[in-house]
């Protein structure tokens, strides 16, 4: 793995190994409670943190082996990885984009860590293959940031599983 990209994935995989110990420890009724009809258990949350690393990992794969030339990083790639990662620290809430906003209605916290532990490797044989040249490319297509390199998607899942703690907390507390 590209020196760039270890330390990215380091800090995701404390993350995923935190998360996962933190929900676990939980009753299932605390994991699978939900506030309100409209509202999400932690469990889903879970779900939906892992399912949002499946899309990422699906796109960087389908990206990599489609051949298309790609775009060099520019200001506007570096300004858009700048303001989503402000946009994900900020206390609000906001709905997540339409593509990932799906969950289960119920979801159990062992079948979702296991789908994510199987994710989370696939992301890791990914990047320690993936190409020097194509650090500085634009891959990833956010929908609201729109494209980024690598290094900013693996930013911008940290700063997503960032963002769902404070909801974790209010859900497990």
């Known amino acids: ?13 404390e993350q995923r190994q935190f998360l996962s110990q933190w929900v676990s420890a939980a009753s299932p009724a605390k994991q699978e409670t939900k506030p309100a009809p409209d509202k999400w258990s932690a469990a889903q949350v879970l779900y939906h943190i892992g399912f949002i690393e499946q899309k990422v990992l699906e796109e960087l794969q389908r990206r990599l082996a489609s051949q298309k030339p790609l775009r060099p990083t520019s200001l506007k790639t ?5 303001v989503l990662k ?13 593509v990932v906003r799906e969950v289960p209605s119920v979801a159990h916290v062992p079948a979702v860590l296991e789908q994510w532990q199987k994710t ?21 297509f956010h929908p609201i940031a729109g494209m980024l390199t690598l290094p900013q998607t693996l930013a911008f899942l940290h700063q997503h599983h960032r963002h769902h703690i404070p909801q974790l907390k209010k859900l497990l507390h």
């Open 1 to 13: 793995m590209e020196p760039v990209l270890h330390p990215l994935f380091q800090q995701l995989e």
């Open 86 to 98: 402000l946009f994900l620290r900020l206390p609000l809430k906001f709905k997540a984009p339409k």
């Open 78 to 82: 570096w300004y858009r990885s700048v």
């Open 120 to 140: 989370r490797v696939q992301l890791r044989a990914l990047l320690e293959q993936f190409p020097v040249d194509l650090l500085n490319k634009e891959i990833f």
